[in-house]
């Protein structure tokens, strides 16, 4: 059986987005090369609220995690659950300032207004799984 097929995200999904899943600094000659560290989120949306969900994301989220310094590299739902989890992968300059951009987002008084007006009728995620991603040394993509 191939274990790779139960993953919660689809490895292939991943390596189609084509980048690359690195953290720290790595040395290139005499000159030591930063890379950006990715963050893939899984939320799981409560039942019948997936569209308001998608709409915060869409309406509002998306700017605020921008202007706290997070690139949006995808967007993603479970084929096989897609009204039940959307995925997403984010960059950071390092896992420290990815951190920090989190505490910055939720200190921020529009996310906490998006947050409020778009939950008047319950909470739209019960929970969400973080996951900081990190290439081997064998891997293709650095």
Same mark, same amino acid.
């Not at 987005?17 to 090369?33: C, E, I, L, P």
């Not at 930063?34 to 939320?43: A, G, K, N, P, S």
């Not at 990815?98 to 910055?104: E, S, T, V, Y």
């Not at 799984?129 to 290439?135: I, K």
């Given at each position: 059986? %191939?274990? #790779?097929?139960?993953?919660?995200?689809?490895?292939?999904?991943?390596l189609?987005a !084509?980048?690359?899943?690195?953290?720290?600094?790595?040395?290139? !000659?005499? @000159?030591?090369?930063d890379?950006?560290?990715?963050?893939?989120?899984?939320?799981?949306? %409560?039942? !019948?609220?997936?569209?308001?969900?998608?709409?915060?994301? @869409?309406?509002?989220?998306?700017?605020?995690?921008?202007?706290? /310094?997070?690139?949006?590299? /995808?967007?993603?739902?479970?084929?096989?659950?897609?009204?039940? &989890?959307?995925?997403?992968?984010?960059?950071?300059?390092?896992?420290?300032a /990815?951190?920090? %951009? #989190? @505490?910055?987002?939720?200190a921020?008084?529009? #996310?906490?207004?998006? &947050?409020?007006?778009?939950?008047?009728? !319950?909470?739209?995620?019960?929970k969400?799984?973080?996951? #900081?991603?990190?290439?081997?040394?064998?891997?293709?993509?650095?």
């Amino acid at each position: 059986m %191939n274990a #790779w097929r139960y993953a919660p995200v689809p490895v292939a999904l991943l390596l189609a987005a !084509g980048f690359v899943f690195h953290a720290g600094a790595t040395d290139q !000659g005499d @000159k030591k090369v930063d890379h950006r560290v990715f963050e893939l989120r899984i939320y799981y949306a %409560n039942p !019948g609220k997936m569209d308001a969900l998608h709409a915060r994301f @869409k309406n509002h989220t998306n700017k605020l995690l921008e202007k706290h /310094g997070m690139t949006l590299i /995808g967007f993603w739902t479970d084929e096989k659950e897609p009204q039940r &989890k959307l995925i997403y992968l984010v960059a950071h300059k390092s896992r420290e300032a /990815g951190d920090a %951009n #989190w @505490k910055a987002f939720q200190a921020d008084p529009d #996310w906490k207004a998006a &947050k409020a007006e778009s939950e008047k009728g !319950g909470s739209l995620v019960e929970k969400v799984d973080r996951v #900081w991603l990190n290439p081997t040394e064998y891997s293709a993509l650095k």
